[in-house]
């Protein structure tokens, strides 16, 4: 093999390694404009309502235990010095035990007692003070809370979608109208029986992702009496939401209490919901025809149309073990988790940028084939093609990323690929017909460039199928390289007596 042959393979191998710098630029461009859209997707959520998540709703009593407790209670006195007398044998008082002394009676001393006062009347005496321990016993109180999850929930909902834009952005909202029912069974055991415990005001709490997006005001039926909704769920454990005090409800009555509530909703991205009940059904019906089902349960049916989805959810205490959870966070004032939660996001089923990310991981082969090929034209067809050329050729093809993503964010991705992939492929066509010598050489080599396009486009529609398009993509170019190249005498390759082939016009 000749220096001549070497020097130009290490030149290629330049002119690539050169390339990956315009190509690592229009990767850098792609992730700035998904911060773009983040930052869109962002400000819409905080203009109307961000991801919606419902917790509850879960009965909640409060209570007072009373108990009696002994204290140490520290009180002062002035103790009056007695007065000196020599005939007793008394030595009259040390300096230092009358440095606290006073000489009259301070009004405002808590410790006074009558016969301090008379005392004090006294000019000539002196007073020292004390602290006497004394043993109190007083009433304690102590603030509980019972939480109580539904023995069944049930939670129906219809939900509409409508995509908002932010500059060129799109953002998926929702707009949901769910109906809560289902029942507690309330039991306080021993608390009832003790006449040291004081009930308050029970109250039903749901907790709601984003309160901002609650567009009506809810009303709780508790069995069969309308109870008005207010703001905050008044625990830390479903942060935030809303409430309905139970004033006439008494929570020594064991039995079986029945409540409903509708709840219509706005929000963005997705929709998610903690089934606290022993029991869980949840059931959605949405116009959205690409949904992302996500959680530690997945829906145990589903129906997807070009219409939209129909799904259900059924879970249990066995399997959520959110009964014990919730009890250890609500007595430690800890938040509840999204870990046990179910839930549908409405994403948009093509994304550009991820897609067009996904094509310039594939950018590095498509330029080794180019140049393969191109070097191959020059071995077989005994043609002489500057680095230039194949430099020219190069930033076409990386144009083909920027145009994609370029148009990708006014139309739809297949056209915006369509066009980008003729584009590029008529305009190395047309240039290598003049660099090839021919007409039809450049037509070929852009029918061989078209079926690289198809083959990228087929390999991002089948994510499952993706590495193995690739290998087969792959091994497919590598073998038309040995079967092309299988006579080549590779020791005459780049040889001077090689002579070049005449020019011949394009338009021919």
Same mark, same amino acid.
């Given at each position: ?20 710098? $315009? ?33 509850? $709703? ?451």
């Amino acid at each position: 093999m000749s220096k001549r042959l070497l020097l130009k393979m290490a030149t290629i191998l330049v002119l690539i390694g050169l390339l990956l710098v $315009p190509l690592s630029m229009i990767s850098s461009v792609i992730a700035e404009r998904q911060s773009q859209r983040a930052a869109a997707e962002a400000s819409v959520k905080e203009s109307t309502s961000g991801p919606q998540r419902i917790a509850g $709703p879960v009965l909640l009593i409060p209570y007072r235990t009373r108990h009696l407790e002994k204290q140490r209670v520290p009180t002062k006195q002035l103790v009056r010095l007695p007065d000196v007398d020599p005939t007793a044998g008394h030595a009259s008082p040390a300096p230092h035990q009358v440095a606290a002394a006073t000489r009259t009676l301070q009004p405002a001393t808590k410790a006074a007692t009558a016969a301090d006062a008379a005392a004090a009347t006294d000019p000539g005496a002196l007073y020292v003070t004390r602290t006497v321990i004394k043993i109190e016993t007083k009433e304690v109180f102590t603030d509980h809370e019972l939480a109580v999850l539904p023995e069944s929930l049930r939670i129906d909902g219809q939900v509409e979608t409508t995509t908002l834009h932010r500059g060129l952005y799109p953002v998926n909202t929702f707009a949901a109208k769910l109906r809560i029912a289902g029942s507690f069974a309330v039991a306080v055991g021993a608390l009832a029986e003790d006449s040291n415990v004081t009930f308050g005001t029970p109250y039903i709490a749901v907790g709601v992702g984003d309160v901002r997006g609650i567009r009506k005001t809810p009303v709780l039926k508790w069995q069969t009496t309308d109870v008005t909704v207010e703001p905050g769920t008044g625990t830390a454990t479903l942060a935030d939401g809303v409430h309905a005090p139970l004033p006439n409800f008494d929570p020594k009555k064991t039995g079986n209490y029945t409540f409903s509530m509708p709840l219509d909703l706005i929000g963005a991205s997705n929709l998610s919901f903690t089934p606290l009940g022993r029991s869980t059904r949840i059931a959605l019906q949405a116009d959205w025809p690409h949904p992302s089902f996500f959680g530690r349960f997945l829906p145990v049916s589903r129906e997807i149309t070009d219409d939209g989805f129909v799904s259900q959810w059924e879970t249990t205490w066995l399997a959520t073990n959110l009964r014990e959870r919730f009890s250890r966070l609500h007595k430690n004032r800890r938040a509840l988790l999204a870990e046990q939660d179910v839930g549908v996001a409405f994403i948009e089923p093509v994304d550009p940028y991820r897609r067009t990310e996904r094509a310039v991981k594939y950018d590095l082969l498509f330029v080794l084939l180019t140049f393969s090929a191109f070097f191959l034209f020059e071995i077989v067809r005994q043609l002489r093609i500057h680095p230039m050329q194949y430099a020219l050729v190069g930033c076409a093809l990386a144009t083909f990323y920027l145009l994609l993503i370029a148009l990708s964010e006014h139309i739809h991705f297949a056209a915006a690929y369509t066009i980008a992939s003729f584009a590029c492929v008529g305009l190395i066509g047309f240039y290598l017909s003049y660099v090839l010598r021919h007409w039809r050489r450049g037509l070929g080599f852009s029918g061989l460039l078209a079926g690289l396009y198809g083959a990228l486009y087929a390999i991002l529609q089948s994510e499952d199928h993706a590495l193995l398009l690739g290998a087969a993509l792959v091994f497919g170019a590598l073998a038309a390289v040995m079967a092309l190249t299988r006579r080549l005498d590779w020791y005459a390759v780049g040889s001077p007596t090689i002579p070049a082939p005449p020019m011949v016009d394009a338009a021919a």
